[in-house]
């Protein structure tokens, strides 16, 4: 029953948030050298099965027919992807993972033990932490948080946010999406630093 309830959120597709991953890598890369503490929050994941046929279709130079199999995919990926023996995918931390040279340890953070579990089973270095951010959990702090299209999706967004902004380390970054920056307006401790990048004000220890 307990998997049944288990919430899978979906990354939709392959490379969608990559070059604010390389963005991150080079603002990492520019910081004194030391190991980085890394989060990622809420990255979902999709079923093996249709892993190898998603694709960003929005984008005009896919073609009419690649965009036609993306949707398909997209669409049948959010069915079977509730059915609790559905091996699954988080694409998120394993695209972050490839897009940094930085040294680094990785954390992921998620609601759903199926999602965490196919990330330890790609990364078995990663530490994964189960928490649900309405709850407001005390997250480790970390020097970069990963939190896209998560805020804009909760019921309490603004709990959420907290917990997710909170983690940030000062002097550290927050990648967001825009729907869910929206959120960081009444915070002067964030400033926008490109898009869907904000760093948190203060020196990092």
Same mark, same amino acid.
């Not at 949707?71 to 988080?90: N, V």
């Not at 929206?182 to 203060?202: E, Q, T």
């Given at each position: ?6 919430? &899978? ?29 890394? %989060? ?9 099965? #249709? ?5 960003? !279709? ?9 965009? #036609?199999?993306?949707?398909? *995919?997209?669409?049948?990926? +959010? ?6 023996? %559905? ?6 931390? #394993? ?10 340890? #990785?954390? &992921?953070?998620?609601?759903?033990? $199926?999602?965490? *579990?196919? =990330? ?9 932490? +189960?928490?649900?951010?309405? +709850? ?5 702090? !970390? ?18 946010? *907290?917990?997710?902004?909170? *983690? =940030? ?17 009444? $915070?002067?401790?964030?400033?926008? &630093? ?12």
């Amino acid at each position: 029953m307990t998997r049944l309830l288990d919430p &899978v959120g979906s990354t939709s597709w392959h490379h969608r948030h990559g070059e604010s991953f390389r963005r991150l890598n080079e603002l990492l890369a520019a910081a004194p050298v030391r190991v980085f503490d890394i %989060m990622v929050v809420g990255p979902g994941a999709v079923t093996r099965l #249709l892993t190898p046929l998603l694709n960003d !279709a929005s984008r005009p130079t896919r073609g009419r027919w690649r965009k #036609l199999v993306g949707d398909a *995919a997209r669409y049948g990926d +959010q069915l079977l992807r509730r059915l609790p023996t %559905m091996a699954l995918r988080s694409l998120e931390p #394993l695209e972050l993972r490839t897009a940094l040279s930085v040294p680094h340890r #990785l954390v &992921v953070v998620d609601r759903s033990r $199926r999602v965490l *579990a196919a =990330v330890a089973r790609d990364l078995p270095t990663a530490r994964c932490i +189960q928490a649900d951010l309405e +709850q407001c959990p005390r997250l480790d702090p !970390a020097d970069a948080v990963v939190a896209f299209n998560v805020i804009c999706r909760l019921a309490n967004p603004a709990a959420g946010l *907290a917990a997710v902004a909170e *983690a =940030v380390r000062p002097g550290g970054w927050l990648l967001i999406d825009d729907r869910s920056a929206a959120h960081l307006a009444g $915070r002067a401790d964030f400033l926008a &630093v490109g898009d869907k990048i904000h760093r948190r004000r203060g020196t990092s220890p």
